[in-house]
């Protein structure tokens, strides 16, 4: 059995990549970084690597984590700049038995010394959206964060080891220095190739209040069917949050196990890119539905018409 489950249908075309390593004895590590790398390098997905939203000064800082589902090794980076693919620094790092997780310069410096390819990740565009978000922000109250769709994968392959890996260039309009869920373990992402694995996107301020990559995988481990623990995650906890804070962002998160089962749970609409041995490659669009299940549902062509136009779309 292999299988890949990624966050966004922008993962989908890197699933694709992915899927044909897997199918001829690839391994999840190889895979996760392939998917994720696409993703990184396609200059309209406005939220992760090139053509990432850039923070308040005009810089595209990216976080991004690979995490090991075998021996648990974790490597991390947070707010790196101008590294064409923060998820292969990641991944490096996560061979280090020590500083494995680097922020801001360290980070940078780290990728630069070990030969990782350089760019300056603003495009053109990100620079328009930019501005023009800063000349509204300017003229009305608007709220200036929004966009933080981090691509998150895990992978299982054939030897039934799994991986899992994240990447984004976080909230839009950060400020210098913030990070998000995504490079955190147990937030934005967490694996055991004994039990399954777990991915998140959404608001990174909340989702690490709630650890729940963590304890998705928690919940897998005491037995319950993966989309059951997905939707036991994430409902109480977005309930409990709203009750506690009295507001909670938007979050997701997709969620595979051990066996290639797969489910998602999102408190808004969502969509996801699964392969499988067993299934073709597929978009699903979920949602959540009542007492804390989810909705999913093949995506439309129409739904995917309607994309392509909305990220080429002049800015
Ligand atoms: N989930 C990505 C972020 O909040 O930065």
């Not at 998705?216 to 009750?243: H, S, T, W």
């Not at 093949?298 to 995917?304: D, F, K, N, S």
Request: proline fraction near 3%; charged fraction near 25%; include cysteine.
């Amino acid at each position: 059995m292999w299988g890949m489950i990624a966050t966004w249908r922008m993962a989908y075309e890197g699933i694709l990549a992915a899927k044909e390593q897997l199918e001829i004895n690839g391994t999840c590590g190889d895979a996760v970084e392939t998917s994720i790398r696409w993703v990184e390098d396609y200059p309209f997905y406005k939220s992760v690597g090139y053509g990432g939203l850039p923070n308040e000064r005009g810089i595209v800082e990216m976080d991004a984590a690979f995490m090991d589902g075998n021996t648990f090794k974790i490597g991390a980076v947070a707010g790196i700049v101008d590294i064409t693919n923060p998820i292969s620094v990641a991944r490096k790092l996560s061979e280090e038995r020590f500083n494995s997780f680097r922020v801001g310069e360290g980070a940078t410096e780290y990728a630069m010394l070990a030969g990782f390819e350089r760019k300056n990740m603003l495009t053109d565009r990100a620079k328009k959206i930019w501005e023009k978000r800063l000349r509204e922000m300017a003229r009305t109250n608007i709220s200036p964060y929004d966009g933080h769709d981090t691509v998150g994968v895990i992978s299982l392959d054939m030897h039934q080891e799994m991986a899992a890996g994240t990447s984004s260039s976080g909230l839009f309009m950060k400020k210098h220095g913030r990070v998000g869920d995504s490079p955190l373990a147990g937030s934005g992402f967490y694996v055991d190739s004994q039990i399954g694995g777990a991915v998140a996107t959404g608001l990174g301020e909340d989702l690490m209040k709630g650890c729940l990559s963590y304890e998705i995988v928690r919940l897998m481990g005491e037995g319950l069917e993966v989309q059951q623990a997905c939707d036991r995650a994430v409902y109480p906890f977005n309930d409990l949050l709203k009750q506690r804070a009295g507001k909670v962002g938007a979050f997701s998160l997709v969620a595979m196990d051990k066996d290639g089962n797969w489910g998602a749970a999102t408190n808004v609409e969502f969509t996801f890119s699964v392969a499988t041995a067993n299934e073709q490659p597929a978009i699903y669009l979920a949602n959540p539905g009542p007492n804390h299940t989810t909705i999913i549902q093949p995506i439309t062509q129409e739904w995917l018409d309607a994309y392509e136009k909305r990220i080429q779309a002049p800015v």
